[in-house]
């Protein structure tokens, strides 16, 4: 291969250039990102970034000596992938012909109907996100979330440790009970009433609030004056200076249509990345990887999935598919939320029972292990991280 380009330039994309290099492949690599911003760790952005205890040269990922010697095409996005001139086009006219190609383009936040142009709404995925929020959260005032899920609760957390008067709004029963399965996100989401954050469950946002102009749709210079409420469909109304709608997040693979990448839920894969098409594999969030212990496709959005992952994918590309797949590692996440460390591995839909093995769930310490017919398949730790790494190597051996 003479040229590689990835397309993607955060942790995944990042990652797939390293292991491009750290395997022998010594040819021209581009690397494309729609961000102006070098690689950079997303976690913190909803936690120590915002809280204003970690700076913006904290977050690179890149050290100081790394040259992968790349070339970085940035603040430009994809907008198409040609499978018969092999060659990815760009927003800005460019075009970048490749004989492989890392898909890495992630996936970006949901928003709410009817919220655009409204000042004071606020989403979390980028830097530049991250930047306008925090701004506005130093100013203080009412605080409405929007998603009780992991992106949503560590806002409200870092909201409360900053003075806000925060509120979360959850439209199922139980916040986290796609994750980690109702009885430990519930579990697991008392955090907040613990902490005196309000936690509204099992209702929906029907709409809202700001000034008049809000009424009558978003006017020719898109701002429609400050939110001022949360309405909800049982009649409440929920005031608000600051909402932070915090509903999951969309694969980035819409440049892919037409393009012979076959796409469900993101870019669908084999359990090594590879794709459709010859020579092209996609990580990271965008990714839809088959998993044979679950004999079904999992789309991750996790830290480590883009950074363990690419290894094997771009293994499958430098080898040209003639690899033998191997398992990837059940997945791993974690959450810090209200000085509480949460670390989860595995997949809770696939238990039948969930035991709590060590700690108490009135002290928020629990070691839970979630099981099939009696076999692990998942494992939950609530500041309690000595056992639960025990448990998650004893999860990988199992799965390997």
């Known amino acids: ?48 970034f915002l809280a204003g205890t970690l700076g913006e040269a904290d977050l690179s990922l890149e050290t100081d000596d790394e040259d992968l010697r790349a070339e970085w095409l940035l603040g430009t996005r994809a907008t198409g992938l040609d499978r018969t001139e092999r060659a990815v086009r760009l927003a800005d006219g460019r075009e ?17 109907p009817g919220s655009e142009g409204l000042a004071g709404v606020h989403t979390l995925r980028t830097l530049d996100d991250a930047r306008a929020l925090r701004d506005e959260l130093a100013r203080g005032g009412r605080l409405v979330v929007i998603g009780g899920g992991f992106i949503g609760a560590e806002v409200a957390s870092t909201a409360y440790t900053l003075g806000l008067d925060a509120t979360v709004v959850e439209a199922a029963p139980t916040p986290l009970a796609g994750p980690l399965g ?74 892919l249509d037409g393009s012979g990448v076959d796409l469900d839920n993101g870019v669908k894969c084999g359990p090594d990345g590879r794709t459709s098409l010859a ?8 990714a839809n990887w088959y998993d044979p212990r679950a004999g079904a ?14 290894d094997a994918a771009i293994a499958t590309l430098l080898a040209g598919g003639a690899v033998e797949p191997g398992v990837p590692r059940p997945p791993y996440f974690w959450s810090d939320q209200y000085g509480v460390k949460i670390q989860f591995a595995g997949h809770a839909a696939a238990a039948d029972s969930v035991t709590i093995e060590a700690g108490a769930a009135d002290d928020r310490d629990v070691l839970a292990v979630y099981r099939r017919a009696g076999v692990p398949v998942a494992v939950l730790g609530m500041n309690q991280p000595r056992l639960f790494t025990r448990w998650r190597k004893q999860l990988a051996a199992a799965s390997s």
Request: net charge positive.
């Open 297 to 310: 496709h999992r789309r991750v959005e996790h830290w480590t999935g883009a950074r363990e992952r690419p």
């Open 1 to 48: 291969m003479r040229t590689v380009a990835v397309v993607g330039a955060s942790l995944a994309g990042l990652s797939a250039a390293r292991s491009l290099r750290k395997q022998g492949y010594d040819g021209r690599l581009v690397v494309i990102g729609d961000e102006l911003h070098r690689p950079y760790d997303r976690p913190p952005l909803s936690k120590e």
């Open 96 to 112: 970048v012909r490749a004989d492989g190609i890392v898909i890495a383009t992630g996936a970006a936040a949901r928003t709410l």
């Open 182 to 255: 109702a009885r430990m996100g519930g579990i697991v989401s008392a955090l907040h009433v613990d902490h005196g954050v309000r936690l509204l469950c099992g209702v929906e946002v029907k709409r809202l609030s700001g000034d008049e102009r809000s009424e009558m749709g978003v006017p020719p210079d898109g701002v429609r004056g400050r939110v001022d409420a949360v309405l909800l469909e049982d009649g409440r109304s929920i005031p608000a200076d600051i909402v932070v709608v915090g509903v999951g997040a969309r694969p980035c693979v819409e440049w």
């Open 279 to 286: 020579g092209v594999v996609a990580v990271g969030d965008c």
